[in-house]
């Protein structure tokens, strides 16, 4: 009989209820599954306790998400605590603070529920974008911000950004200036490349903001990343290649070389060819055949061809492949250094086009008196650490913060991070402008770092740790870091295959800037656990029929389709064969599994399609793009059809759609005779009585634009108000004559409910 551990009730550890203590600057390091936002929550509710009033808190989160579940944590803990007995109540106090509980703490803990509530403001869990939006409105005209500014979603700030890069580009015709930088990059990168990069650009600004402040100018910036590449600003790609043709050749040698290659195999007979006749060729001829008298030295990754000349032909010469080598170091030298002149003149190119783009968007968005995310902290940031200012405004906020924690703190910019520090150094200043105890509490993991990330960089984590220690030291206060190492969601195994992974320090260089690594702990001691690698899936080749026409379609398996199938059915026989879950002692429930994936990319949808295709309960897609779901695809066309009647083929997307149900050969004899009119006229209006066109594609028939337009929007309401599968449309037909504004659809006997139509 196999022993099956009971599910214990979670204990805080002695790490969790040190970095709650609210009397303490606190560090935390926490991995995985350690339990970060019950000790954020923990430290909230303690210096509640301790009566500290909830405005003089303010906890940065990383998203709005996070927010809000440490919101919904901390009232439900506040809601419980208002309505325990008072046994229940000393019991769970004791717990939080590990201290006697005596009858005033208790009727705190009572009140601290509506306390909370009626705080001016509400209770300050908020994200670093929201802190920052909060503190402009509070000081508009010392962040030189007008008063009731807007603030930009992602949309409006793309599109904003999208008429400023077209404005540049436009005006960017002239040889030198913006033509000449825009010529430079479009030789580099492509059309679609090219907004990824303006947009890399733009969520960098408050780099290159500082670097152009720092280098007094564009100009000036652009000069010091040429000497910091080593590139004269005179020499260009053309030049390098010109030097490497015409400059350090041993051409005695290499032509003796190519001689002893000719009588070679086949492979030194090409190789002899094309170095004969590239050193047969004038210095024009030498510079237009470079690239491939470079690839017959190196390869496409640019390194040097390990064989340069086969043994056979050695034995001849033994001293060409020496001669070769040498050449061929010479070349990767040439190519290396036509590179490095390359990336100096391409950023100095994106610097000049970005700066111009960036100015332009900026112009833009102070026309209309609205900020983006990224200004947000910019602002704000400039707001607390200009000299001329700060000292009010931190001076302001003195009397209004008195902790401070900073969650998720691996993913926040130095930018933010200038943020947060400016509003904790006045801490450890010895007397502020209140004479009470105020503290730092920090959580975050490097190894969870989302990279790159609105700016995040994981470095600047370990930076700032260091700092705050500095001050506090210096204030006497100090700063006690707390790692937490136990894992309250994995079982010991997986730790353990974690663990001996990252053991190997070139692996653990990718995660952590720490030296030694930390083993994990199981809070989970006795569970089962399995790790399994499965083998590689790739990709495999549709099979070929030699007789197929060139323009036959054969789909490839895909490795993620492949790999989803397998999964699912691995999952279909668990639950079939009733395989026993250990942790719970029964049989498998397709609720007691997840599926991880690194994004919700084309993995993600053949997985959800896979476990449907088996039969397997799932959740389904928990985010998804609206626009891009076929349902709404469907009812764009048909919005794009009543805009342009005109448009065949969007006309012939919404009579294939569900809308209209056609397939191809109804489609293709609705399409015969059309001649060179428009098929609505043509075709749909002149057999709309008949069978070639369905009943619910009769709404297309009216010629008259509004009553195509009416009966298209009544068709979008139907399909809103019916509780079925889009297949299962019947007749659309108008209540009466005028009542445009309502309507009902008949579907396999179901009445949909009539809806107005504003």
Known sequence: MTVVPALVRREKSPAQFAAGNPAQNVWVAASAGSGKTSVLVDRL???????????????LTFTKAAAAEMSDRLFRELGRWAVQSDQALTATLEETISAPVDEARRDLARRLFARVLETPGGLRIQTIHGFCESLLARFPLEAGQPPNFDVLDERQAFDLLAGARDGVLLEADDEDGLGAALTTISDRIG??????????????????????????????????????????????????????????????????AADVLLQGSKTDVARGERLAAWLRASLEDRIDGFDGY???????????????????????????????????????????????????????????????????????????????????????RALLTQRSIAPWVLYKLDGGIDHI????????????????????????????ARDTLRTVFV????????????????????????????????AGTGLQEVPLLT??????????????????EAVREGVTFEDDWHPHTAFREGFGGLVEVWPTITASDPEKIPWDTPLHQVLASSAEA????????????????????????RAIRPEDIMILVRRRGLFFEEMVLALKKEGVPVAGADRMILTKQLVIEDLVALGRFVLLPEDDLTLAAVLKGPLCGLDDAALVRSCRGAGESNLVGDTTRARRRSSAVPACARFLAPCDESRRSRHAIRLLCGCLGVGRTWKTLGTLRPRSRGSHGRIHVACTGVRARPHAVS
């Open 405 to 432: 924690l900073v969650d998720e703190a691996q993913d926040t910019s130095p930018e933010q991070w200038e943020v947060v520090f400016a509003l904790a150094e006045e801490f450890f200043a010895g007397v502020g």
């Open 562 to 585: 492949k790999l989803a199938i397998r999964i699912a059915r691995t999952i279909k026989h668990w639950i079939d064969d009733g395989e026993i879950l250990a942790a719970r002692n």
């Open 294 to 380: 470079t690839s017959a030295h190196l390869t496409n990754d640019g390194a040097i061809r390990k064989t340069l000349i086969t043994k056979g032909s050695q034995a001849r010469m033994p001293e060409a492949e020496y001669i070769l080598k040498k050449e061929a170091a010479r070349i990767l030298a040439a190519s290396e250094r036509r590179k490095t002149v390359n990336v100096a003149i391409g950023t100095a190119a994106l610097l000049e086009l970005g700066d111009a783009i960036l100015t332009r968007y900026q112009d833009a968005k102070r026309a209309c008196n609205a900020l983006d995310y990224d200004d947000l902290i910019l602002r704000a």
């Open 191 to 256: 059309e679609l490349r090219f907004l990824d990069v303006v947009n890399r650009l733009v969520g960098e600004r408050g780099r290159i903001d500082r670097l152009i402040a720092r280098h007094g100018g564009v100009q000036n910036l652009v000069g010091a990343t040429f000497a910091t590449l080593g590139v004269d600003p005179t020499e260009t790609e053309a030049s390098v290649i010109e030097a490497a043709c015409d400059g350090g050749i041993n051409e005695p040698g290499l032509r003796a």
């Open 45 to 59: 509710l303690r210096l509640l306790l301790e009566g500290v009033p909830p405005h003089r808190l303010l906890c």
């Open 443 to 474: 959580v975050g993991d490097e190894k969870q770092s989302i990279y790159s990330f609105q700016g995040a960089d994981p470095k600047a984590f370990e930076e700032m740790r260091g700092l705050f220690e500095e001050r506090a030291a210096g």
């Open 487 to 504: 894992s309250y969601r994995s079982v010991p195994v997986v730790l353990e295959f974690v663990d001996r992974v990252f053991r190997d």
